[in-house]
Every structure is written in structure tokens, then in C-alpha cells.
């Protein structure tokens, strides 16, 4: 239980009029794969090789030794959206080997994003459309301890922000970056972990917006662990 309590104690107050935002897509990872759209039906399942499910921040989490792939999301835009989600990794920071959490679109295409935990140990968001714009946070997690990790990304605003346990970690914004017309047709093939960089941990409450959060929305949705 510990391990537990450390992400919630460690998150940030925010205003009491400030709620979670409704995702697009989550996946509970509550003992299946299955996706859910904002009106709480079953939309799609996730593919995993023999799936393990463990005990989680809330109810089972999906314990992913490989790589697990997400469908397509046709109404999903790439011009800005938020990721968030509980994780709870194997490792730690200085295992001298890359761990892939996140990753979407197609390396050298209109549009890639990556989120991972890098060799020299640092977490890294990278955006690419087709221009990289990286944001990097320096020794955040603990081998066995939950923590809620969350990115946005808006390609109008030439920005990008990684947020942990509810709190901004790290943002970068780029004047050259801003495309107010941006639009890509590139498939998602969204994965998390991949085959030479394994996420090597477990995923609870994953969340897909289609649209930036702002701080005080992921403060909240850090905060609201126990409802999958």
C-alpha cells in the first residue's frame, strides 16, 4: 500500500473548480483490453500477447512485458491531444536501457510521437510533424512505484508539456513549430513498448484525448485513481 500512497501524496493542490476532463478513448485495463468512447461503450480491444493482469493503482492494471497495440482512431486529429495514465515500471531510471511508454504515428512521416524512457536515463517527449520538438525531465521514476505520467502536445501553440503525478514537469514551445493549419492523414499505430524497447511495466487508467488539457485538468485527473 505504500507504494500507493506515495504518487497521491505527492500531487499538487489545485482549484476546487477544476475537473477531470472526459476522454475521447480510456482503457481501464481492469482484467481485458477493452477500449471504451466517451459514452462508456465498448468501441475496440487492444492487442496484447498473453495478457497479465496485476493489481493496480485501482482495481487490476495490465502488466505489458511486450508490446501492446492500440486500433485506429479515425475522429482523433494530430494537431494537439493529451495522454495520461497510471505506470508502475520494473526498472529504474539508470538500467542503461531505452523503455518505449508511448508511441504513435511513423518515424520520418508527417507525423511521430514518441514518449520514453531514455539509455542515459531521462524521460523524453519528442513530437515530430515533421519537426522534432523535444521536452525532457531529468530522474522521475521508481523501480515498483506507481506514478501517474501524463504529455499534451498542440502543434498551433508550437508546444508540448510532460506533467507528473499531476504537476508540470517540463514544457517546451517552439515559434518555428506553429502550424495553424496543420493536418496529417499518417495511421496512428499507436504502441506501448515496442519490441527493442519494452515498456517492462505495468499500465492502469489510460487515457486519449483529443484535444490539450491544461494543468488543472490533469491535476485532477491525477487525482481521480479510483474512478475507471
Same mark, same amino acid.
Given at each position: 500500500?505504500?507504494?500507493?500512497?506515495?504518487?497521491?501524496?505527492?500531487?499538487?493542490?489545485?482549484?476546487?473548480?477544476?475537473?477531470?476532463?472526459?476522454?475521447?478513448?480510456?482503457?481501464?485495463?481492469?482484467?481485458?483490453?477493452?477500449?471504451?468512447?466517451?459514452?462508456?461503450?465498448?468501441?475496440?480491444?487492444?492487442?496484447?500477447?498473453?495478457?497479465? *493482469?496485476?493489481?493496480? @493503482?485501482?482495481? =487490476?492494471?495490465?502488466?505489458?512485458?511486450?508490446? /501492446?497495440?492500440? #486500433? %485506429?482512431?479515425?475522429?482523433?486529429?494530430?494537431?494537439?491531444?493529451?495522454?495520461?495514465?497510471?505506470?508502475?515500471?520494473?526498472?529504474?531510471?539508470?538500467?542503461?536501457?531505452?523503455?518505449?511508454?508511448?508511441?504513435?504515428?511513423?518515424?520520418?512521416?508527417?507525423? *511521430?510521437?514518441?514518449? @520514453?524512457?531514455? =539509455?542515459?536515463?531521462?524521460?523524453?517527449?519528442? /513530437?515530430?510533424? #515533421? %519537426?522534432?520538438?523535444?521536452?525532457?525531465?531529468?530522474?522521475?521514476?521508481?523501480?515498483?512505484?506507481?506514478?501517474?505520467?501524463?504529455?499534451?502536445?498542440?502543434?498551433?501553440?508550437?508546444?508540448?508539456?510532460?506533467?507528473?503525478?499531476?504537476?508540470?514537469?517540463?514544457?517546451?514551445?517552439?515559434?518555428?513549430? =506553429?502550424?495553424?493549419?496543420?493536418?496529417?492523414?499518417?495511421?496512428?499505430?499507436?504502441?506501448?513498448?515496442?519490441?527493442?524497447?519494452?515498456?517492462?511495466?505495468?499500465?492502469?487508467?489510460?487515457?486519449?484525448?483529443?484535444?490539450?488539457?491544461?494543468?488543472?485538468?490533469?491535476?485532477?485527473?491525477?487525482?481521480?485513481?479510483?474512478?475507471?
Amino acid at each position: 500500500m505504500t507504494h500507493k500512497l506515495t504518487a497521491l501524496l505527492a500531487l499538487p493542490l489545485f482549484s476546487a473548480g477544476v475537473f477531470a476532463a472526459s476522454p475521447d478513448a480510456r482503457i481501464p485495463f481492469d482484467g481485458s483490453a477493452a477500449i471504451f468512447g466517451p459514452d462508456g461503450k465498448e468501441i475496440a480491444q487492444c492487442t496484447v500477447s498473453a495478457p497479465e *493482469y496485476v493489481d493496480g @493503482v485501482s482495481g =487490476k492494471a495490465l502488466n505489458a512485458q511486450t508490446p /501492446v497495440r492500440l #486500433p %485506429e482512431f479515425p475522429g482523433f486529429e494530430k494537431r494537439e491531444g493529451a495522454v495520461s495514465f497510471f505506470f508502475r515500471p520494473d526498472w529504474e531510471m539508470n538500467d542503461g536501457r531505452s523503455h518505449r511508454l508511448f508511441e504513435a504515428g511513423r518515424f520520418l512521416s508527417a507525423f *511521430y510521437l514518441s514518449f @520514453v524512457k531514455t =539509455k542515459s536515463g531521462r524521460l523524453e517527449l519528442s /513530437v515530430c510533424a #515533421p %519537426e522534432q520538438l523535444q521536452v525532457i525531465v531529468d530522474d522521475v521514476l521508481n523501480a515498483k512505484q506507481w506514478v501517474h505520467l501524463a504529455f499534451s502536445w498542440s502543434i498551433p501553440k508550437g508546444e508540448a508539456v510532460i506533467y507528473i503525478n499531476g504537476k508540470e514537469a517540463g514544457r517546451k514551445t517552439l515559434e518555428s513549430w =506553429k502550424k495553424a493549419d496543420y493536418v496529417s492523414d499518417a495511421p496512428w499505430n499507436i504502441l506501448l513498448g515496442t519490441a527493442n524497447a519494452p515498456a517492462d511495466g505495468a499500465y492502469d487508467s489510460l487515457k486519449l484525448y483529443n484535444k490539450q488539457l491544461s494543468g488543472g485538468e490533469v491535476a485532477a485527473d491525477a487525482r481521480a485513481k479510483s474512478k475507471k
